[in-house]
């Protein structure tokens, strides 16, 4: 085992809505529905015992606080050759790994120090979301799916949406992301 994101040899079981494709190709977890408690960095070992046929690579969009999960996920997905890229997604006119930051509305994120426990070797992309493009994907998700996610969810899935538009053979690769919040937080 390394360290403090060694994969447990008895991972908490997820619920079966914990992990739902919402639209082809397009991987979502949601920790609130997620009563079992399993760690986030579990998300990758979901994936891969979910047994998705033809399953060849995986495009991680994700967030870091701290950058614990981000890794874990990472590493994880990397380890089992399904790793294509793991994508970091800030608000505008932040960048983490230059120690840039703004003001913003996203939750835990981009709070004023670069996250200590962040793989960058693993990072091979970065994307901002504007305030507008988050509360239009916000809006949308909670009309399409009928649950309220928070802006940092609704910033990842923005960006998840744009990788997706790029793959082509949506049945081998797949877009994973998570949802870290409700939209009730920022009421």
């Given at each position: ?34 009563p079992a408690g399993s760690h986030k960095w579990r998300a990758a070992r ?27 996920i990472a590493r994880v997905l990397k380890r089992e050759g399904l790793l ?23 939750e835990g994120i981009a709070v004023g120090v670069v996250p200590p426990l ?70």
């Amino acid at each position: 085992m390394e360290g403090p994101l060694a994969i447990a040899a008895d991972p908490v079981p997820v619920t079966p809505t914990a992990l739902r494709e919402i639209s082809e190709g397009l991987l979502m977890k949601f920790e609130l529905d997620n009563p079992a408690g399993s760690h986030k960095w579990r998300a990758a070992r979901n994936i891969i015992r979910r047994g998705i046929p033809g399953l060849e690579q995986v495009t991680f969009v994700s967030t870091a606080g701290t950058g614990a999960h981000m890794t874990g996920i990472a590493r994880v997905l990397k380890r089992e050759g399904l790793l294509a890229e793991a994508i970091l997604v800030e608000p505008e006119g932040c960048d983490s790994r230059t120690g840039t930051f703004v003001d913003h509305a996203l939750e835990g994120i981009a709070v004023g120090v670069v996250p200590p426990l962040l793989d960058w070797d693993l990072i091979g992309g970065h994307a901002t979301v504007s305030h507008a493009d988050m509360q239009r994907v916000q809006t949308a998700f909670i009309h399409e799916q009928g649950y309220m996610i928070g802006n940092t969810s609704a910033a990842c899935l923005k960006v998840s949406r744009d990788v997706l538009a790029g793959i082509g053979d949506r049945a081998r690769h797949k877009v994973l992301t998570l949802a870290y919040d409700h939209a009730l937080w920022y009421l």
